[in-house]
Protein backbone atom coordinates (compact mmCIF):
# COMPACT_ATOMS: atom_id res chain seq x y z
CA UNK A 1 0.00 0.00 0.00
CA UNK A 2 1.37 3.37 -1.14
CA UNK A 3 -0.04 6.31 0.67
CA UNK A 4 0.38 10.06 -1.21
CA UNK A 5 -0.07 13.58 0.14
CA UNK A 6 0.34 16.32 -2.07
CA UNK A 7 1.00 20.27 -0.70
CA UNK A 8 2.32 23.56 -1.62
CA UNK A 9 -0.87 24.77 -3.68
CA UNK A 10 -1.58 27.97 -3.81
CA UNK A 11 -2.33 31.64 -6.27
CA UNK A 12 0.22 32.99 -8.07
CA UNK A 13 0.45 35.68 -10.58
CA UNK A 14 1.42 34.67 -14.50
CA UNK A 15 4.91 34.81 -14.91
CA UNK A 16 5.53 33.31 -11.40
CA UNK A 17 6.96 30.39 -9.73
CA UNK A 18 5.71 27.78 -7.16
CA UNK A 19 6.19 24.29 -5.83
CA UNK A 20 4.07 21.61 -4.66
CA UNK A 21 5.10 18.57 -3.34
CA UNK A 22 3.70 14.62 -2.86
CA UNK A 23 4.68 12.99 0.30
CA UNK A 24 5.03 9.34 -0.18
CA UNK A 25 4.81 6.64 2.45
CA UNK A 26 4.30 2.59 2.25
CA UNK A 27 6.60 0.54 0.14
CA UNK A 28 9.64 2.97 -0.29
CA UNK A 29 11.52 0.03 -1.69
CA UNK A 30 12.28 2.71 -5.02
CA UNK A 31 10.49 -0.04 -7.43
CA UNK A 32 7.55 2.63 -7.89
CA UNK A 33 7.48 5.08 -10.22
CA UNK A 34 5.89 8.74 -9.70
CA UNK A 35 3.84 11.00 -11.76
CA UNK A 36 2.04 14.75 -11.22
CA UNK A 37 -1.29 14.94 -13.47
CA UNK A 38 -3.29 17.89 -13.22
CA UNK A 39 -6.91 18.46 -13.90
CA UNK A 40 -8.67 21.67 -14.69
CA UNK A 41 -12.60 22.13 -14.82
CA UNK A 42 -14.51 20.34 -17.84
CA UNK A 43 -11.02 18.82 -18.68
CA UNK A 44 -10.06 15.07 -18.72
CA UNK A 45 -6.91 14.62 -16.03
CA UNK A 46 -3.43 15.10 -17.84
CA UNK A 47 -0.23 13.76 -17.03
CA UNK A 48 2.57 16.52 -16.63
CA UNK A 49 5.57 14.72 -15.67
CA UNK A 50 6.88 11.40 -14.58
CA UNK A 51 9.43 10.77 -12.61
CA UNK A 52 10.88 6.75 -12.89
CA UNK A 53 12.53 4.44 -11.16
CA UNK A 54 15.64 4.99 -12.63
CA UNK A 55 16.00 8.36 -12.05
CA UNK A 56 14.68 9.48 -15.75
CA UNK A 57 11.79 12.15 -16.00
CA UNK A 58 9.68 13.19 -18.70
CA UNK A 59 7.38 16.00 -19.72
CA UNK A 60 4.18 16.73 -21.47
CA UNK A 61 4.97 19.26 -24.31
CA UNK A 62 2.53 21.82 -22.56
CA UNK A 63 5.08 21.97 -19.52
CA UNK A 64 8.67 21.50 -21.30
CA UNK A 65 11.06 23.70 -20.30
CA UNK A 66 8.84 25.51 -17.46
CA UNK A 67 8.45 22.56 -15.05
CA UNK A 68 11.35 20.61 -13.28
CA UNK A 69 10.27 17.09 -11.56
CA UNK A 70 12.61 15.83 -8.88
CA UNK A 71 12.76 13.72 -5.74
CA UNK A 72 14.32 14.64 -2.04
CA UNK A 73 18.00 13.28 -1.21
CA UNK A 74 15.70 10.44 0.86
CA UNK A 75 13.51 9.69 -2.13
CA UNK A 76 10.48 9.60 -0.39
CA UNK A 77 8.71 12.94 -1.50
CA UNK A 78 8.38 13.95 -4.95
CA UNK A 79 8.42 18.08 -6.10
CA UNK A 80 6.99 19.91 -8.79
CA UNK A 81 8.97 22.97 -9.57
CA UNK A 82 6.65 25.34 -11.96
CA UNK A 83 8.49 28.49 -13.53
CA UNK A 84 6.91 30.57 -15.72
CA UNK A 85 3.33 30.17 -14.81
CA UNK A 86 0.57 30.68 -17.40
CA UNK A 87 -2.84 31.40 -16.58
CA UNK A 88 -3.46 28.02 -18.40
CA UNK A 89 -1.66 26.35 -15.87
CA UNK A 90 -4.37 26.37 -13.17
CA UNK A 91 -5.69 23.18 -12.08
CA UNK A 92 -6.05 20.58 -9.44
CA UNK A 93 -3.13 18.89 -9.50
CA UNK A 94 -2.15 15.30 -8.21
CA UNK A 95 0.51 12.84 -7.11
CA UNK A 96 0.59 9.42 -8.54
CA UNK A 97 2.41 6.49 -8.12
CA UNK A 98 2.80 2.48 -9.66
CA UNK A 99 5.15 0.05 -9.77
CA UNK A 100 7.66 -0.32 -12.61
CA UNK A 101 9.35 -2.87 -13.64
CA UNK A 102 13.18 -2.14 -14.57
CA UNK A 103 13.34 -1.23 -18.36
CA UNK A 104 9.59 -1.20 -18.17
CA UNK A 105 7.62 0.60 -20.23
CA UNK A 106 3.89 2.34 -20.73
CA UNK A 107 2.16 5.24 -21.89
CA UNK A 108 2.63 7.23 -18.29
CA UNK A 109 0.32 10.12 -19.81
CA UNK A 110 -2.82 7.67 -19.05
CA UNK A 111 -3.88 8.30 -16.02
CA UNK A 112 -5.40 4.52 -15.63
CA UNK A 113 -2.25 3.00 -15.59
CA UNK A 114 -1.48 4.45 -12.44
CA UNK A 115 -2.41 2.80 -9.42
CA UNK A 116 -1.88 5.19 -6.26
CA UNK A 117 -3.39 8.71 -5.94
CA UNK A 118 -3.23 11.53 -4.04
CA UNK A 119 -6.40 14.35 -2.81
CA UNK A 120 -4.54 16.93 -5.31
CA UNK A 121 -3.61 20.30 -4.80
CA UNK A 122 -5.44 23.48 -5.90
CA UNK A 123 -2.70 25.69 -8.46
CA UNK A 124 -4.55 28.63 -9.12
CA UNK A 125 -2.81 31.24 -11.60
CA UNK A 126 -3.87 34.74 -12.16
CA UNK A 127 -3.08 37.57 -14.91
Known amino acids: EVNLAESGGDSVQAGGSLRISCAGS????????MAWFRQAPGHQREGVAT???????RYADSVKGRFTVFKDNAGNTLHLQMNSLKVEDSAMYYC?????????????????????WGQGTQVTVSS
Open 51 to 57: FGRDGST
Open 96 to 116: ASRYCAPNGNFNWHNQYNWEY
Open 26 to 33: GDTSGRFC
